[in-house]
């Protein structure tokens, strides 16, 4: 019997990062230069209900039944079953290997389960559409971050520009124009929730402080929505900039992130902020490609553990 093979890219926000779970809209692409893969082999012999799981990055190398309570490898076989009407996995063989830094606001998580979801589903015969793959990958999300919005396993699943409002119909963006980032690694590991789960508090404690401020980045998010429709990426470097101060008055951003935004900026990036759950992980920038390079050296030379460059394409 064959290996069933699936991958899925990473991810970026461009906009409405923590403001998205509170209702306002979030822009999001994906970023192919990374991925997540996971390959399923039927193991011929082999007793039902036996699948033996490798997932190098995390050091896992186990039968799936002997993992902890709540890991979001069985979590995710589980809920793949369960929406597919299986009881047992035949006995098989799920290896997961992922080029996406984790901890990093690249959609490591969302990616591997995505990944994961289609593979299993394809071994099983009933390979998922997207709607519903998404809707699987969301239910592990919540594994990982608590309260997410939703819009890490929708992009990564539709692997497109989306446009993203929490309990509303996706919306697919069509770009006359491509763009060009630079995303910089901080080399902090950031987990979103507890970003998101501090924001909470912070919000319950003084709604009349933050509720304009996700209003505000809210309106960056339609405005960058109009400049990438209408074939103006240009325009988004000023937007990046004030989303930017905005994250940093909700205590999202660090030293680390501060200083690659700022060392982006010289370089002659257009524009530049943080990019997820903050406190660590990545920050991006807005260039044109001819100064894509001398930008990325420039985050390396300021403290980047790693950049990559990657145009978003029509």
């Given at each position: ?116 979801i289609r ?97 505000a980045i ?51 990036a257009s ?44």
């Amino acid at each position: 019997m064959p290996a069933f093979t699936a991958t899925a890219p990473g991810k970026i926000i461009l906009f409405g990062e923590h403001a998205v779970v509170y209702g306002q809209p979030a822009i999001a692409v994906p970023v192919r230069q990374v991925q997540a893969r996971a390959v399923v082999q039927a193991l011929p012999g082999e007793k039902a209900g036996r699948v033996h799981i490798q997932a190098p990055a995390i050091q896992v190398d186990a039968r799936l039944e002997d993992l902890p309570p709540g890991h979001p490898l069985p979590a995710t076989v589980s809920e793949t079953l369960k929406e597919l009407q299986i009881e047992r996995l035949p006995a098989c063989s799920i290896r997961i290997t992922s080029t996406i830094p984790v901890a990093a606001g690249l959609g490591s998580g969302a990616a591997v389960s995505v990944a994961l979801i289609r593979a299993l589903s394809a071994f099983l015969g009933c390979p998922l559409p997207d709607e519903r793959v998404s809707a699987v990958a969301y239910e592990i999300e919540k594994l990982h971050h608590g309260t997410p919005s939703g819009i890490d396993n929708t992009v990564i699943t539709y692997a497109r520009p989306v446009y993203f409002v929490r309990q509303q119909t996706l919306q697919t963006l069509a770009l006359p124009a491509p763009f060009t980032l630079v995303i910089a690694d901080t080399g902090v590991p950031s987990p979103t929730s507890l970003a998101v789960g501090d924001v909470r508090r912070l919000w319950q404690a003084q709604r009349g402080y933050y509720d304009p401020l996700f209003e505000a980045i809210g309106g960056l998010a339609r405005a960058a929505r109009h400049a990438l429709e209408s074939g103006q990426p240009e325009l988004l470097g000023r937007l990046m900039d004030a989303n930017h101060t905005l994250l940093q008055q909700l205590t999202v951003s660090s030293p680390e992130l501060d200083r690659l935004v700022s060392a982006a900026r010289k370089a002659g990036a257009s524009g530049a902020k943080l990019s997820g759950g903050g406190r660590g992980g990545n920050m991006i920038a807005l260039v044109g490609a001819d100064r894509a390079p001398a930008v990325s050296a420039a985050l390396l030379d300021a403290g980047a553990v790693r950049t990559i460059i990657t145009q978003v394409a029509p």
